[in-house]
C-alpha cells in the first residue's frame, strides 16, 4: 500500500508543467582559425586544422571536401565543437572563410567578368573583391570557384597566386 502514494506523487511530478511547450537549445557555433591539413589515406581521408597553440581539430561537416582542397591555408572555419569523440577535439563545420596563402592575404569565391573588370563574388557575404592583374590562365576558370591570393593596391586586389578549386594553383612570382 506505501507503493501506491509513491507511484502516485511519481506520476504527478513527471506531468507538472508538462502543458509548457518545450524548448530546444541550439549549441552556440564556434569559430576557430587555423592551418588546413588533410591527412590520412585515399580510403580514409581527414581534414584537420591547426591551431596557433599547436592543438589539432578534427573538421567535419558538409563543407570538409571544400576545405580539404585548400590544404596548406589559413582559414577560419565555424560550427559546432564537439569533444570526447574519435578525435580530441572537433568542429562539425558550418561554414568557412579563407583567410591566407602562403602568407599572402586570400579570397574565395566565383570569378567573374563585368564590364571588363574582373571580381570574386565570395560566398555568403555581399561584398565583391575587384581584382587587377588577373592571369591568362585564371580568366579562363570565369564562373568557377576560385582561391586568390596578393596584396590590396589602391582599391583593386593585385593577384600574385591562384588556384582553382578541382584544379591546379599558380605562383605569378
Known amino acids: 500500500m506505501r507503493l501506491i502514494p509513491l507511484l502516485l506523487l511519481a506520476t504527478v511530478s513527471c506531468s507538472a508543467g ?28 581527414a581534414t584537420i586544422l591547426r591551431l596557433d597553440d599547436g592543438e589539432e581539430t578534427l573538421i567535419s561537416g558538409d563543407p570538409e571536401d571544400e576545405i580539404r582542397m585548400l590544404s596548406g591555408t589559413v582559414m577560419t572555419v565555424c560550427g559546432e565543437l564537439a569533444t570526447g569523440t574519435i578525435a580530441e577535439s572537433a568542429i562539425e563545420a558550418e561554414s568557412f572563410e579563407l583567410l591566407t596563402v602562403d602568407g599572402m592575404t586570400a579570397y574565395l569565391g566565383t570569378l567573374q567578368e563585368v564590364d571588363g573588370s574582373w571580381q570574386i563574388s565570395r560566398k555568403g557575404n555581399d561584398l565583391l573583391v575587384p581584382l587587377s592583374g588577373v592571369p591568362e590562365q585564371l580568366r579562363g576558370a570565369e564562373g568557377s570557384l576560385v582561391w586568390v591570393a596578393g596584396a590590396w593596391v589602391d582599391e583593386a586586389f593585385s593577384v600574385r597566386s591562384f588556384g582553382i578549386l578541382g584544379g591546379q594553383s599558380q605562383s605569378l612570382e
Open 18 to 45: 508538462s502543458g509548457d511547450q518545450a524548448v530546444s537549445v541550439a549549441p552556440p557555433e564556434s569559430c576557430l582559425t587555423g592551418k588546413v591539413f588533410s591527412v590520412g589515406t585515399d580510403f580514409a581521408p
